[in-house]
């Protein structure tokens, strides 16, 4: 299988730091709170392979780092340490030493990242169609009828009427933002997609449609994606693989159905347990 | 020493708008930030082009100033006479092809300018991006990038609300390939003008403090879609005629709409009233277009 993302011991520390803050932080001092500095180890030493079509889940509580990590790796915010490299149409990118400019352009047309808050993904003062439509100018689409086409296929795809695509967004529901936030991730068909708790506060019917989505989009483009979430249920119909994290470290990571199943970690057996 | 200095800035001030301004033709389209002064007249009133205007011009050259087209509206006819005062020795013109240096605000003459022409325009807003994003440290990086992509949005918003491009005038345009610029409120019908055009035309922004710069044959394209192509006014009429000026009947030049007193009619005459003139000239004969101007 191929490789797609490769990450080595990303760390992320928000505040001044001193050299105890990897040392008397995480599981095993329940906290991610230095006790000598005050800073705040948000991730430490996360380390995992993404192979092609994969989709990996990082599952943990709030505050447990999962999603600053994805951060990280979206370039929303500098990682403190680790590399990352990533593998596309044959050439290797270590994602942090690239200078702003490229990791823009890699974020724009080899990434998609879905947020928790449409608000976050989308620009609410362009239509539904617009939306899509800045990611295509991005990378250099020009080409007015043929953008329109890929919104329409865009959005039929992820089941927004067409009828709708010259909409605001704020005139839609939650999870049908939640579905042009997709459709805008997809628009440049990126080998790999972030997911931020994508379904979390959207009913369960919805949650179910979403989720549907996601695996037909993974089934049918091989996207890898790595999806963020703190529900279990989540984890279990879409990742192959799975990290837990707690107080920014990862515990425990293997298959999905192993964790699952058979957790190994105390905090993870806690967490199926009060799952079930 | 109660003598006004030539051009009414001192050296060091002159100094920093030339320094500017080479490095504004060195950068096509690039937004030179300079110190820009007060000046005795409000901010807004064409004090970026005034500055660029004093600082260039020197004893013995002619200088035209246009406002919309025309020689004799109050903007422009103050700040003639304003640099006439600070700047003894230079002559002024209403005629564009005896100009040296033409300050305009928001037109370029209808005539072509030549190689040995410069053309100052007053600039009230000169970063295009402004309507997409408020913050200028994130402005600058899209220029510096060239991503010029949420202009585009804006564009597509456009044509999906009403099937074609509504910007009227201050239609953003790419320099030289890469920086797209505000070309300060022209008309659409104005833009083509900066394609390749030989003359040197600066923009400056008093307000604002920036100086940018479309060099002598430079590309300047304004953006469009591959399918959607920019287009300049249309001034046909019911029957699809093209419109012509009610005073000099010319049919090729950018025409301003006006209503007439007398008759509550709508007439459209040449904006350029220097080409009005010498349309009129050249089918009348001189001594009539003397007599029409002087009346």
């Known amino acids: ?276 | 020493m109660n003598e006004e200095h030539f051009g009414f800035l001192d050296e060091y001030a002159k100094k920093e708008v030339r320094r500017a301004t080479l490095k504004a033709v060195a950068i096509p389209g690039y937004q030179v930030p300079y110190s820009s002064r007060e000046m005795p007249m409000g901010r807004g009133f064409g004090t970026g082009g005034l500055q660029l205007t004093l600082a260039l011009i020197g004893r013995g050259e002619t200088l035209k100033v246009i406002d919309q087209g025309s020689d004799d509206s109050v903007n422009a006819v103050n700040l003639r006479s304003f640099i006439e005062m600070t700047c003894p020795g230079i002559h002024t013109t209403i005629r564009t092809e005896q100009a040296d240096l033409i300050q305009s605000r928001h037109r370029i003459p209808e005539k072509p300018l030549r190689e040995d022409q410069l053309l100052v325009l007053q600039v009230p807003y000169p970063d295009a991006l402004v309507v997409v994003e408020a913050s200028e440290d994130r402005r600058k990086l899209l220029h510096g990038e060239a991503d010029y992509s949420r202009l585009l949005v804006k564009l597509y918003e456009d044509i999906v609300k009403f099937s074609e491009i509504t910007i009227s005038h201050r239609y953003p345009t790419r320099i030289n390939g890469h920086y797209v610029i505000d070309p300060s409120p022209i008309p659409r019908w104005d833009v083509p003008k900066l394609h390749h055009s030989p003359a040197l035309i600066l923009l400056g922004a008093g307000r604002e403090k920036k100086i940018y710069a479309v060099p002598p044959y430079t590309q300047a394209e304004p953006l469009a879609f591959e399918d959607v192509p920019f287009r300049v006014e249309d001034f046909s009429d019911e029957q699809g005629q093209r419109r012509s000026c009610v005073r000099c009947g010319c049919n090729s030049s950018f025409l301003d709409e006006y209503v007439d007193s007398a008759t509550g009619e709508q007439v459209y005459r040449c904006s350029d009233s220097d080409w009005c003139n010498q349309q009129l000239e050249q089918q009348q004969g001189v001594d009539q277009a003397v007599e029409v101007a002087n009346g």
């Open chain 1, 1 to 276: 299988m191929d490789e797609v993302l490769s990450v080595r011991g990303l760390s992320k520390r928000y505040g001044q730091g001193c050299p105890a803050c990897y040392e008397l932080t995480g599981p095993r001092f329940e906290t991610n709170l230095c006790p000598r500095c005050g800073s705040v180890v948000a991730a430490h030493d996360v380390s995992f392979s993404l192979y092609q079509g994969e989709i990996l889940g990082i599952m943990g509580e709030s505050g447990s780092g999962k999603s600053t990590a994805v951060k990280c790796l979206y370039f929303d915010e500098p990682p403190s340490a680790g590399s990352a490299e990533f593998f596309d149409q044959g050439e290797a990118y270590q994602l942090f030493d690239l200078n702003k400019a490229q990791q823009r352009r890699l974020a724009n047309q080899r990434f998609g990242m879905v947020y928790q808050n449409p608000h976050l993904g989308l620009n609410f003062d362009i239509s539904a169609g617009g939306n899509i439509a800045e990611r295509l100018l991005m990378s250099n689409v020009d080409n007015y009828a043929k953008i329109r086409q890929r919104a329409i296929s865009l959005l039929s795809r992820t089941e927004v009427l067409a009828e709708r695509m010259d909409e605001m967004p704020r005139n839609f529901s939650g999870g049908m933002q939640q579905r042009v936030q997709i459709a805008k991730a997809l628009a440049t068909n990126p080998p790999l997609l972030f997911l931020d708790e994508v379904t979390t506060g959207l009913d369960l019917s919805v949650q179910a449609a979403i989720l549907d989505l996601i695996l037909e989009i993974q089934q049918q483009s091989r996207t890898s994606m790595i999806v963020v979430t703190h529900d279990l249920g989540v984890i279990r119909l879409l990742a192959d693989r799975t990290l837990v994290m707690k107080y920014g470290r990862v515990i425990e990571s293997g298959l999905t159905d192993q964790i699952l199943e058979d957790p190994q970690h105390a905090y993870t057996q806690r967490l199926v347990a009060s799952a079930l």
